[in-house]
């Protein structure tokens, strides 16, 4: 059965901080990894990562996926208020016309 | 260019009720999906229409049926309603790099 596994669940930190989410997957017909930022409404889209070793950065976020060890992280750095959200990651995978498979989410909270 | 929009944003529903969630995107995309989202499990698959007048099951359809009426909507019934399909629910289309998620529906179920 496919399944996608976050860490930590949630984690409080202060603005400032830099932080590292976790995510291992095992999918069967991986096609790319994508991390979404779910605030209160609709997941929206932050990085989708379909080659190893490859940062993708957006200001002061950043991903990388490693395929050998099926697992990705997305680091932020010096963290404010506004990155408090529920952090989702995905695998799509090519079966169900690309299905998302995605876990449970992180509970990020950045206190001031 | 509203994007993905889904109708109603709140329901309430007796056990045994019916009812549509409407989705509808002006993007132009082929691909569209319906996610339930329940706390600490992640968004689960319901359906999926790969384009206009084809429909699929996803990964927990039982209690659901679709239609994808034309290409831009895409729209979900709950024939008898249950407890147990108390969620929110997503709709979604695909471009080529992603997902697009419309706001949800939080249904709840008495």
């Known amino acids: 059965e496919d399944k996608v596994v976050q860490s930590p669940l949630s984690l409080v930190v202060h603005e400032g901080d830099t932080v590292t989410l976790n995510c291992s997957y095992e999918v069967t017909n991986f096609r790319s990894l994508l991390w979404y930022k779910q605030e209160k409404k609709a997941p929206t889209f932050l990085f989708m990562l379909t080659s190893s070793g490859i940062e993708k950065k957006s200001g002061r976020l950043s991903s990388i996926l490693d395929k050998k060890e099926l697992f990705s992280i997305l680091n932020i750095t010096a963290t404010q208020t506004g990155d408090s959200a529920v952090y989702l990651c995905?695998?799509?995978?090519?079966?169900?016309?690309?299905?998302?498979?995605f876990g449970a989410g992180t509970i990020l909270r950045v206190k001031s | 260019n509203a994007g993905v929009t889904q109708t109603p944003k709140f329901q309430v529903l007796k056990t045994g009720q019916s009812m549509t969630l409407q989705c509808a995107q002006d993007?132009?995309?082929?691909?569209m999906y319906w996610y339930r989202q329940d706390p600490g499990m992640g968004l689960r698959l319901i359906y999926y229409s790969a384009s206009e007048g084809t429909t699929d099951k996803g990964e927990v359809p039982n209690g659901y049926n679709v239609s994808r009426l034309n290409k831009r909507e895409f729209s979900l019934r709950l024939e008898s309603a249950a407890p147990s399909q108390t969620s929110v629910y997503f709709c979604?289309?695909?471009?080529?790099?992603?997902?697009?998620f419309g706001p949800g529906t939080r249904l709840l179920v008495l």
């Open positions: 979604a289309s695909r471009a080529w790099e992603t997902q697009y």
């Open positions: 995905a695998v799509e995978a090519v079966e169900y016309g690309n299905k998302l498979v």
């Open positions: 993007m132009n995309h082929n691909s």
